[in-house]
């Protein structure tokens, strides 16, 4: 029965990621029928992320007073009716509202289908849990653009937001009743002050992040003091967990050498280097070389073979042996993959060629979440689980939100840099005698060549852009292996 339970938790996971990435691809169609425009939009993303990072900091309480498994099917049932009301929403402000409920949905149930995992399995059998968690999980990035494609592009938008829906009136009843009541329930104090500074500091974080660029950094007033709103929140929080009783957090998971290297790592490998890749990827192919959003989306399906079967061989053999070598191979492989490969396409590289390269990080990253999550908790007390799981989950938000702001902002800033340097070329090539030159060769009046010339250069400013974003996530792979390594000889004589 313990595979059953494994599989209810796992489908309803899977569902709610696939809801997730098939909706990112159809935001773009949104625009119009919300009757706004792109920095409107904006908020649609940004409220699904603050309502999950506000959820999670609570996941802690809320699983210790309803129980793992009532939690779980909170999640679940809050996160579709989310997502049955995003489909019917008709303004901006119901579809903010009813993203920020599948957001909430979100922040209670992927933290809840984790740790009813990790009660179900004992610490030695935890790698193999999550190498089969991972592997469900792995297909729906790689589904999520590929369905929401297709039905961007033959059906509606608004059936991204429909298609889970009759599989999970099925499976709300059926774990309802199968699963089992896990985790111990007690009361725990909930430290409001403590939930409201971290609450403010999260939401102006993210904010800061989100719209930083689009506002102008510190050029703009409100990007100014959503960060100062953010510094004082976070000070407030710190002084109330060192003046109260009773402390939002429990801290002593931190003291877990294993769970603190696994965090660590997790932020920069998941954030720094694999979202940033995952969020750079479609704009490239969509943006520069005008890839449909469908098959941008097959561009992804042996990526997420791929991981999803390594990711269940990397979770056995953790069980087996010491995960530091599977995390090594795969930092390694991320870094060789963005530096030698993906950091050197442009418009002429053939799409089968990047799925080709996405294929090395499915086999990287495969080798990287079971192991990792799995030696995160292995030392970690039961009663530590949900407050660690939560932990782990508000980090992959925090991650994936700086993940996107270093992604644009390296665009943004390197697109004008080269941009402005091959102006100097550009110069040369718009003299009278070139253009006369060019117009006789190519047959084009010397108006259309200089609008082609134009475009060229944004072209080549945004591959090269482009480019420079992938090496510097090749810079934070390295970064990860500096972390690997340093904790292994900070820890060289405990099992690590």
Not at 18 to 30: E, F, H, Q, R, W
Not at 287 to 303: D, I, M, R, Y
Not at 328 to 351: A, E, G, K
């Amino acid at each position: 029965m313990v595979w059953f339970y494994t599989f209810l938790v796992v489908l309803g996971t899977f569902l709610a990621v696939l809801g997730i990435t098939s909706t990112n691809v159809a935001i773009p169609k949104m625009i119009a029928p919300l009757q706004t425009d792109i920095y409107g939009i904006e908020w649609v993303a940004i409220s699904y992320i603050v309502a999950t990072a506000i959820t999670i900091i609570v996941f802690n309480f809320a699983s210790a007073r309803l129980g793992l498994k009532n939690t779980y099917i909170l999640g679940l049932a809050l996160f579709s009716l989310g997502s049955a009301l995003s489909g019917q929403a008709s303004s901006l402000e119901e579809m903010i509202a009813f993203r920020f409920l599948q957001g909430v949905g979100e922040g209670f149930l992927i933290p809840s289908s984790q740790s009813i995992l990790f009660n179900l399995f004992p610490p030695e059998k935890r790698g193999t849990a999550m190498g089969f968690y991972a592997m469900a999980v792995a297909f729906a990035p790689g589904l999520g653009p590929t369905v929401g494609g297709y039905m961007v592009e033959f059906l509606s938008w608004r059936w991204i937001f429909y298609m889970n829906l009759p599989v999970v009136v099925l499976l709300l009843p059926v774990a309802y009743l199968m699963l089992p009541d896990l985790g111990e329930r007690r009361k725990l104090p909930f430290n409001f002050f403590s939930f409201l500074f971290l609450s403010l500091a999260s939401i102006a974080f993210i904010v800061f992040l989100s719209k930083g660029e689009s506002w102008g950094w510190f050029y703009s007033m409100k990007t100014f003091t959503a960060f100062c709103v953010f510094v004082a929140s976070l000070l407030l929080f710190a002084l109330s967990e060192l003046t109260s009783r009773h402390t939002l957090i429990d801290y002593s998971v931190f003291k877990e050498p294993n769970y603190l290297y696994a965090l660590i790592t997790f932020v920069v490998v998941y954030g720094l280097v694999f979202f940033q890749v995952i969020y750079l990827l479609p704009i490239y192919l969509e943006s520069l070389k005008g890839v449909p959003t469908f098959q941008t989306g097959t561009t992804f399906l042996g990526f997420a073979i791929l991981l999803g079967t390594f990711a269940l061989i990397g979770g056995r053999l953790s069980d087996r042996t010491e995960p530091k070598l599977l995390l090594l191979i795969s930092q390694s492989v991320l870094f060789l993959t963005l530096f030698f490969f993906l950091s050197h396409v442009d418009y002429y590289t053939p799409r089968w060629k990047i799925a080709l390269y996405m294929c090395f990080m499915g086999v990287a990253m495969g080798f990287f979440f079971a192991p990792l999550t799995a030696l995160a908790f292995k030392s970690l007390k039961p009663h530590q689980i949900p407050i660690g799981t939560a932990l782990y989950n508000y980090a992959r938000l925090i991650g994936a939100s700086i993940a996107t702001s270093l992604a644009t902002y390296t665009l943004e800033t390197h697109r004008a840099l080269h941009f402005d340097q091959i102006n100097e070329l550009r110069s040369a090539l718009s003299s009278p005698a070139f253009v006369s030159y060019m117009q006789k060769l190519s047959g084009l009046e010397a108006f259309r060549y200089m609008v082609a010339l134009g475009q060229f250069q944004n072209l080549l400013a945004g591959t090269y852009a482009v480019q420079d974003a992938f090496k510097l996530a090749s810079y934070m792979s390295i970064l990860s292996i500096i972390i690997t390594i340093t904790f292994l000889l900070r820890y060289r004589k405990t099992r690590f």
